[in-house]
């Protein structure tokens, strides 16, 4: 598996805590940022790394930001993408079972290390199920496709 890990200058200690953890378990990731404690605009971030999978460059992702809210809005509005912020294990092993997600989002000022922890494990020992979550995840991309084909509408500006 091809996976990213990325973060905003307030998700940076704990995504070093996460790749420390995954090297430990022979999992190695690329990693997208933040390199350190400087201020990073996370929208960046999410929006490099949700194109990395959504390109195919990567096959899962994990971003990290204060809440991981911000960090899931932005990766979703890339076409093809299904971002998860999870806070729990079942969430978190969910989010690859039902919803076939491919990046989940943390917040590093709520969620401790050895949660993330576990919450990373969870979701990377998850595959998508199928079953009956297949026609759901067939509809997400079709909303997906619909407004992806769909022109912007123009932005007012006053």
Request: net charge negative.
């Amino acid at each position: 598996m091809r996976l990213a890990i990325g973060s905003d200058h307030l998700g940076y200690p704990l995504k070093e805590i996460l790749r420390a953890h995954l090297a430990q378990q022979g999992c190695e990731c690329d990693d997208l940022g933040a390199y350190d404690t400087e201020p990073v605009d996370y929208p960046d971030v999410a929006a490099a790394l949700a194109q990395d999978v959504a390109e195919g460059k990567h096959d899962r992702g994990i971003l990290i930001c204060g809440t991981g809210i911000g960090m899931a809005i932005v990766a979703n509005k890339v076409p093809g993408i299904r971002a998860a912020q999870v806070q729990d294990i079942y969430s978190a092993e969910r989010a690859a079972k039902s919803n076939d997600a491919q990046i989940i989002t943390l917040g590093a000022l709520v969620t401790g290390p050895e949660l993330a922890k576990k919450l990373v494990d969870a979701y990377l020992a998850s595959d998508f199920a199928g079953g009956g979550s297949t026609r759901k995840v067939e509809k997400i991309r079709a909303v997906d496709e619909r407004y992806r084909a769909r022109p912007a509408s123009p932005t007012r500006v006053e």
